[in-house]
C-alpha cells in the first residue's frame, strides 16, 4: 500500500479482555514502531522492531503488553488483561533503516477505548 | 536520558503571518536528529522537516523552517505566510545516535490556531 495501515480504527473493549492491534508497514521499510498517544502522557515510545535484530521493548508499560512481527512485515500489538489506563491511540510508523533522514511515517491509529 | 520541552500549550498567529514554535532538547549523544510532525485534528501524524545534529545549515522545506541552534540546544519550527490549514497540533521530536533508526522521543506538542 501507499501508507502505513492499521486496524481496526476503533476498538472498544471491557476491561479484563484482550486486545490485538494490527500494523501494516510501508513496503520495503524495514524499521517498525509502536507509540501510544494518551491525553496525560502525551506521545510515547513502546517497541520497536529493525530487520531480524531483537526488538528494543523498552518502552512497554508492563509485561501485559507484547508485539510481535512476522516475516519482516506485518506487526500485531497485544495487550492482556486490558487496564481503564491503557486507554489511548495506538500508532505505528515504520521508516527506511539507509541513509541519514529516515523519517518514520506513521499510520492513522487505532483507538482503544477500554470501559 | 532524552528529553523535549515544548513550553508553548498554544499559539495564535493571523493568517498570512509568521509564527514560531519553540522546542528545546537535551540529550549527551553527540549524534542526533530533530524532527517536526503535524497532527491535524483528524489524528495523522505528518513529517514536517528534519535537522541533524552535524548538519552546517538549518533545514527548510517550503513554508517551514527549522531555527537550529545547537549551542542552546534549541530548534524552533517558522512557519511563513500561516495558512487555516495550518491549525493543528505540532509535535517536536528527538532521535538520538548514529544508527538511521531508532525511537523517537517527543514533546508534548503545541495547538497552533490560525485566524483569518
Known amino acids: 500500500g501507499a501508507g502505513v495501515s492499521q486496524s481496526p480504527s476503533n476498538k472498544v473493549t471491557e476491561k479484563g479482555k484482550d486486545v490485538e492491534l494490527r500494523c501494516d508497514p510501508i513496503s520495503g521499510h524495514t524499521a517498525l514502531y509502536w507509540y501510544r498517544q494518551s491525553l496525560g502522557q502525551g506521545l510515547e515510545f513502546l517497541i520497536y522492531?529493525?530487520?531480524?535484530?531483537?526488538?528494543?521493548k523498552s518502552g512497554l508499560p508492563s509485561d501485559r503488553f507484547s508485539a510481535e512481527r512476522t516475516g519482516g512485515s506485518v506487526s500485531t500489538l497485544t495487550i492482556q488483561r486490558t487496564q481503564q489506563e491503557d486507554s489511548a491511540v495506538y500508532l505505528c510508523?515504520?521508516?527506511?533503516?539507509?541513509?541519514?533522514?529516515?523519517?518514520?511515517?506513521f499510520g492513522p491509529g487505532t483507538r482503544l477505548t477500554v470501559l | 536520558a532524552q528529553k523535549i520541552t515544548q513550553t508553548q500549550p498554544g499559539m495564535f498567529v493571523q493568517e498570512k503571518e509568521a509564527v514560531t514554535l519553540d522546542c528545546t532538547y537535551d540529550t549527551s549523544d553527540p549524534s542526533y536528529g530533530l524532527f517536526w510532525y503535524k497532527q491535524p485534528s483528524s489524528g495523522e501524524m505528518i513529517f514536517l522537516i528534519y535537522?541533524?545534529?552535524?548538519?552546517?545549515q538549518n533545514a527548510t522545506e517550503g513554508r517551514y523552517s527549522l531555527n537550529f541552534q545547537k549551542a542552546r540546544k534549541s530548534a524552533n519550527l517558522v512557519i511563513s505566510a500561516s495558512q487555516l490549514g495550518d491549525s493543528a497540533m505540532y509535535f517536536c521530536?528527538?532521535?538520538?545516535?548514529?544508527?538511521?533508526?531508532?525511537?523517537?522521543?517527543f514533546g508534548q506538542g503545541t495547538i497552533l490556531t490560525v485566524h483569518p
Open positions: 521530536a528527538m532521535k538520538s545516535g548514529g544508527t538511521s533508526y531508532g525511537k523517537l522521543t
Open positions: 510508523a515504520s521508516s527506511l533503516t539507509s541513509g541519514a533522514l529516515n523519517e518514520q511515517f
Open positions: 535537522q541533524g545534529s552535524y548538519d552546517q
Open positions: 522492531f529493525q530487520g531480524n535484530s531483537a526488538p528494543d
